[in-house]
């Protein structure tokens, strides 16, 4: 079955634009959680989604906000874009909470400049 | 809070030796610990989940241990090969955080012929 799908994979955007980022999970996995991913943090939880409510929230701004659609599609979009917010976003799906494992994209390089 | 530590950024081995890579944390043991490897620019790829009443894991060349007393586990790749050449991440869950991972730093190892 086709894996976890996120576009686009590269990006380039300007301080203060704001972006909208997609990922389309595995077939039939209703969780979809958001990672961002620096060389100086590492992978850093952004937030949940489970049947389009957001279950779990990690500590970052409001700029980053999400959404989850009815057939499990979800976006993540950062408003009023900081050179600290280029980073690797990588998005995940699994079939329900994180004891089973989670299938990652291939992710979304986001560059600010 | 939660500190999840991974023994050292990088490790280098001989092809054909077996690797070993520690994850150790801190406070409460979490109820499932994952481990997973990343190639560079891509997501990471689920390989092994332990449970916490779970003591050890094996699957082909991969073994993984779960000390809840130490705190600790233990990632070994035995008969590596340079194509074990990846980053690898330990991933916590306590079970109630409701799709998020907790993720070590990473440690790069490179196999060498």
């Known amino acids: 079955k086709a894996g976890v799908t996120q576009t686009p994979r590269y990006l380039i955007k300007t301080r203060g634009q704001q972006v909208t980022l997609s990922c389309s999970p595995i077939s039939g996995h209703r969780s979809v959680s958001w990672y961002q991913q620096t060389p100086g943090q590492g992978l850093q939880f952004l937030f949940e989604?489970?049947?389009?409510?957001?279950?779990n929230k990690g500590n970052f701004p409001g700029r980053f906000s999400g959404r989850q659609f009815s057939n499990s599609r979800s976006e993540m979009n950062v408003s009023t874009l900081e050179l600290g917010d280029s980073a690797l976003y990588l998005c995940a799906s699994s079939s329900d909470r994180g004891w089973t494992e989670a299938f990652f994209g291939q992710g979304t390089r986001l560059t600010v400049v | 809070s939660q500190k999840i530590e991974q023994n050292s950024e990088a490790l280098n081995i001989q092809e054909g030796k077996t690797a070993t890579l520690t994850c150790n944390y801190t406070?409460?043991?979490?109820?499932?610990l994952q481990w997973y490897r990343q190639d560079p620019g891509r997501g990471p790829v689920f390989l092994l989940l332990i449970r916490e009443n779970e003591k050890e894991k094996r699957k082909e060349r991969l073994k993984v241990t779960f000390d809840t007393t130490l705190k600790q586990s233990l990632f070994h790749i035995t008969a590596s090969q340079p194509a074990d050449s990846a980053t690898y991440l330990c991933a916590l869950d306590w079970g109630s955080t409701l799709g998020r991972l907790y993720f070590g730093r990473g440690t790069q190892l490179t196999v060498w012929p």
């Open positions: 989604y489970f049947s389009e409510t957001q279950r």
């Open positions: 406070n409460y043991s979490p109820a499932y």
